[in-house]
C-alpha cells in the first residue's frame, strides 16, 4: 500500500483525493500537539501522536467560513459548525496559509508562485540538514528505558522531593531554574493538568531555546518537552520527552528520560534516572546521534544534581542561621527576664523586710498598750479590793458603836 492511500484509509478520504502537500506543525491547545497537517483537494487533516494519544482531525473545505493570519505564527480556521482551530510553529507560514487560502477561495493552484518552486523543492530535500520540516512524534517512553544514567539519595522523602524540584511552584530548584542556570532562552512552562484518558497521571510542556555547541551553521535550538508524572505513597513516575528541533536530523529522534523516586525511609528516598535515543526514522546518523545526546544528557544531571546540591545546602545553612538567631534571642530574653526577676525578688524581700519591721514595730506597741492596759486593771482591782476592805471595816464600827451604845442604856 503507497503512502497515498495510507493516509487516504487514515483520515477517511474519498478514493482519488489528491494530497497536494504536507507540514509539520502544532494544533494549538493547553498542551500542543505536534503533527504533520495534510492539504489536500477537498480537506485540511492533521495528525499527532502525543504519549500515545492519537489526534486525527478532518476539516472538509466546503465547511470553512474564515481562514485568519494576524499573528506572526499562528493559522486560524473557522467552521461552519462554530468551532475554531489554531495551527503554529509552521517553518513557513506563509506558504502555507497562501496554499490553503488558494483552494477555499477556487484559486488555480498554477498561478500561486509559492507552491513548490525550485527553491522550496530544494529545501524540502534539504530539510534533514536544515530542519526546515520537524515531524515530532511521542512515543510510549515506558518501554524505551533501557539505561540508567545515575541514581541519588535525598535525606527528606517523596511528598518533599515533589514539593522541592517538580510542583508548579517548586520550593528549592525547578526545571525552569535549571534552564535559566544553563542561559536557555524563551522559557515557557505550563502548569500541571491531569489526562483525562489515564486517571491520576498529570502532564505539562515546557518550550525553550538552547544554545548549541559543535553544530555547523547553528547557534541555537528551539526544544520542546512534554513531562508527565504519576505519583503514590511509596513510588513517584516522572517522564520527559524532548525534541531538539533545529539540529540536524531533529526530526528523526527523541530523548527519553524517566525518573523513579522511591521512598526508602521516612526521610529518606532514592532517585533513579534510565534515559534513552528513541528514533523515529531511519538514518545513517543514528549512532552519533546516540553518543551526543547520552552524553548531552549526563552532562546535564552533572549539572543538574550540582545545583541542587547548592541550593539545599544554602537553604540547610538558611535553617540553621534562623535557629541561631531564634536561640540568641531566647537567651537575651531569658538574661532579661533573669534580671528582671532578680530586681523583683529584691524588690519583694526588701518590702518584705520593710514590712516584718513595721510588723514587729507594730506588736512591740501594741503589747506596750496591753501591758499599760492590764496595769490599770489590776490598779483598778487593787482599788475596788481596797474600798471593799474599808467598807467591811466601817460597817464592823458602826456594829460596835451600835453595840455600845446598848450596853450603856441597860
Known sequence: MSAKDLLIQLFGLPKGEIIFQDYSCALKALISKYGRIFIAENHICFYANLAGSKTNLVIKLDDIIKLDSKNKNDIDIFTKDGK??????????????????????????????TFQTPS???????????????????????ASMDQEMCKFTFSFNLDKFFEFFLADDALVYSIADHRQSEKDTDIQLTKWTPIEDNPGMFQREMKNVIKLSGVPFKDKSRMHKL????????????????????????????????????????NKCLLKIFASVV?????????????????????????????????????????????????????????????TLKKIMQTGQSQQQKQTISQTQLYQGRRSEILYLLLIFLLIIIMLIQIGILNKQSQKLENLEQLVLQLQQR
Open 84 to 113: 475554531s482551530y489554531c495551527f503554529n510553529s509552521f517553518h513557513n507560514k506563509d506558504q502555507v496559509y497562501n496554499l490553503m487560502n488558494a483552494l477555499i477561495s477556487g484559486q488555480p493552484l498554477s498561478n500561486q508562485q
Open 227 to 266: 513531562f508527565t508524572y504519576k505519583k503514590d505513597p511509596e513510588k513517584l513516575i516522572y517522564t520527559c520527552t524532548t525534541h531538539t528541533l533545529d539540529v540536524p536530523y531533529g526530526n528523526s529522534f527523541q530523548a527519553e528520560e524517566k525518573w523513579e523516586v522511591s521512598q526508602l525511609e521516612e
Open 120 to 142: 522550496d523543492s530544494m529545501r524540502e530535500d534539504d530539510s534533514q540538514i536544515e530542519n526546515a520540516e520537524v515531524e515530532i512524534q511521542f512515543l510510549q517512553s515506558e
Open 279 to 339: 528514533f523515529t526514522k531511519s538514518t545513517m546518523m543514528k549512532g552519533t546521534i546516540m553518543n551526543k545526546t547520552m552524553s548531552g544528557l549526563k552532562d546535564d544531571y552533572e549539572k543538574w544534581i550540582n545545583n541542587v546540591k547548592i541550593r539545599l545546602e544554602a537553604m540547610a545553612k538558611s535553617q540553621k542561621s534562623q535557629s541561631s538567631n531564634i536561640n540568641h534571642e531566647y537567651e537575651d530574653s531569658k538574661k532579661l527576664d533573669d534580671n
